[in-house]
């Protein structure tokens, strides 16, 4: 298995560009979703999606868009990127967020670096 | 006030000492999890707790349920062991369309570093 995969590693955008982070995942996992990293701050949640189809908006979901059509695939979207979006981008996912009592393992993704000039 | 904790912040260790590092929560949970953080940034999931203590080689990770606490321990540290080191805990979700989620909340990381 490959895990969790992120593309691309490193992104330098220009202040109203738009762009797609694309976050794939092949262990079948229903819970997958969007965290940024910024110093000083800890992880925070932007989106999250417990199923094909299903979306939902974490802690800093604004200037971000997320869809979910198929169970491997969570892409995360720029609109319009502004310099408060440079940061650390990590897509994670697990196998159900939570059953009967049980929590699962979370899996993280080598995270996106992206840069907003 | 974050609603969970992490202490120290910083941490610097030589070689052989045994380390602790501690979280405190302030909500209630359905898990906690202890992940690490390597310079390059790739995040590893080291333990998922709801009780009791876990040990997976030189780590241990105890919690308190009662007392909304948890601590990493690393034993005969190493340099390979520098790293930021993350609590998170997972909050008891609620049911939506039949299934259910727990948001993950994070501290803020201690950072870790180990000298020969």
């Known amino acids: 298995n490959a895990g969790v995969t992120q593309t691309p590693k490193f992104q330098v955008l220009k202040t109203g560009q738009s762009m797609t982070l694309q976050c794939a995942q092949d262990m079948n996992h229903e819970y997958m979703s969007w965290y940024r990293q910024d110093p000083g701050m800890g992880l925070r949640l932007i989106h999250y999606?417990?199923?094909?189809?299903?979306?939902d908006q974490g802690e800093v979901p604004n200037g971000y868009n997320v869809s979910r059509s198929t169970t491997e695939d969570f892409p995360l979207r720029l609109l319009s990127a502004a310099p408060s979006q440079t940061s650390v981008y990590f897509c994670?996912?697990?196998?159900?967020?939570?059953?009967?009592?049980?929590?699962?393992?979370?899996?993280f993704g080598p995270g996106t670096r992206l840069t907003v000039t | 006030k974050n609603e969970v904790e992490q202490s120290p912040q910083n941490l610097t260790a030589q070689e052989g000492e045994f380390i602790t590092i501690n979280c405190s929560y302030s909500v209630g949970i359905s898990a906690l999890h202890w992940l690490q953080q390597h310079p390059g940034g790739g995040i590893v999931s080291l333990f998922m707790?709801?009780?009791g203590k876990k040990k997976h080689g030189r780590l241990i990770a105890t919690i308190n349920i009662q007392e909304k606490h948890s601590s990493l321990h690393i034993t005969a540290s190493h340099p390979r062991d520098s790293a930021v080191y993350i609590c998170?805990?997972?909050?008891?979700?609620?049911?939506?369309?039949?299934?259910?989620?727990?948001?993950?909340?994070f501290g803020q990381g201690t950072i870790l570093t180990v000298h020969p």
């Open positions: 707790l709801s009780s």
């Open positions: 998170a805990v997972r909050s008891p979700g609620m049911n939506a369309g039949g299934t259910s989620y727990g948001k993950l909340t």
């Open positions: 999606s417990v199923g094909a189809g299903i979306t």
């Open positions: 994670a996912s697990s196998y159900s967020p939570w059953e009967s009592g049980r929590a699962y393992e979370q899996y």
